[in-house]
């Protein structure tokens, strides 16, 4: 808090003999305004927003609410303060990236430990090694890496197209549709395999698990974190070295020429309206320490998916099992006020 005078610096300063819990919280978030999350609609995100949430609200007695929508109507909300906080961001829109140029918007914190999101080309690991458990041999011993993908295409099948493999892709409209379209011009696989859109995002989980539960051959495109990843045993096949000029080749559907690369790990970071910042660095101080591992996002959004529980069902489990690791994201008189109000 900025004090503009002597006079106010001196109740202030009395005011926080008088009430320490109240400068506390006037610290970390101020009192008069209520904190618009983004309603997020993947369950990584949610489970994020959900321990943020609870560690502002009941560690420092910040009002809080949730705002639903389309991602695209909430980070344009976020641009203009009308939702101050936008959990788990991968900067990836048009619309966050102006947001930034023009001052409006923020990115704090580093939610992934690890080196980030990871996004590729992935097979069930029983395909390279197989499963005697299940009686399942290893019907790719040798795939490692996208260049070996043409010598199994007649193993990735595509129904459709007989004498192509299939790619299980995203839906339209996705960026990594986009991208793996242009990937496969890069890796030179357009003729020995097709990008196979999912309808949606539910109907490319239900494929994928269709398959890895009956032990079939599937190709397909995922990412960390998601529950899927916390489930399955899965190997991700090996892309060219990252370049960034080819990179941008690959991101630009619209250019023919592209150049192998594979995708960047992603900073996932919370996005904040800059007015929110400038009013509210004690909750930014909180937010910037939030980090999970792959595993731990993974296990407690696995758990939202097979008991089709709530972000906040899940994540007052996981900081009532977990102390040691949110308790140092917080302070200590916070994390007494978690603790009390978890049980």
């Known amino acids: 808090m900025k004090f503009l005078n002597t006079l106010s610096t001196a109740l202030a300063l ?36 959900s321990l943020i949430r609870t560690l502002l609200e009941q560690g420092y007695g910040c009002k809080t609410e ?25 900067n990836r829109t048009d619309i966050i990236k102006k947001g930034q140029e023009m001052g409006k918007v923020r990115l704090v914190g ?18 390279v090694k197989g499963d005697a458990k299940r009686g399942i041999k290893a019907m790719a011993p040798d795939l490692k890496s996208v260049a070996d993908l043409p010598k199994y295409k007649a193993l990735f099948k595509d129904d459709e197209e007989p004498g ?9 409209g ?4 986009k991208i793996n379209t242009q990937k496969l011009k890069a890796y030179k696989l357009e003729g020995d395999y097709t990008n196979f859109r999912a309808g949606t995002g539910a109907a490319l989980d239900a494929a994928i698990i269709s398959a890895i539960e009956r032990g079939k051959p599937i190709l397909f495109y995922y990412w960390s974190p998601a529950s899927l990843m916390g489930k399955y045993k899965l190997v991700q096949l090996q892309e060219p070295a990252y370049n960034a000029k080819c990179w941008d080749t690959i991101r630009d559907i619209k250019v023919k020429d592209v150049c192998p690369s594979a995708t960047p790990n992603t900073k996932l970071t919370v996005g904040v309206s800059t007015p929110f910042a400038t009013s509210n660095a004690g909750a930014l101080t909180v937010m910037d320490k939030v980090q999970l591992t792959p595993e731990q996002i993974n296990g407690a959004v696995l758990q939202m998916t097979e008991r089709k529980a709530s972000s906040d069902v899940v994540s007052r489990e996981f900081m009532k099992a977990n102390p040691a690791i949110w308790q140092k994201w917080v302070s200590a008189e916070a994390a007494a006020k978690i603790t009390a109000a978890l049980k």
């Open 110 to 127: 580093d939610l992934l430990s690890g080196g980030g999101a990871v996004e590729g080309f992935f097979v069930p690991d029983y395909v």
């Open 66 to 90: 949730l705002v639903t929508g389309s991602t695209a109507a909430t980070e344009t909300a976020l641009v203009g303060n009308d939702v101050q906080v936008w959990v788990e961001q991968w």
């Open 164 to 172: 192509k493999g299939r790619l299980l892709s995203c839906p339209v």
């Open 14 to 49: 009395s005011a926080s003999l008088a009430a320490p819990t109240a400068f506390a919280q006037s610290a970390v978030c101020s009192p008069d305004q209520t904190i618009k999350f983004a309603g997020i609609t993947w369950e990584s995100g949610q489970l994020y927003t």
């Open 174 to 177: 996705w960026d990594c549709e």
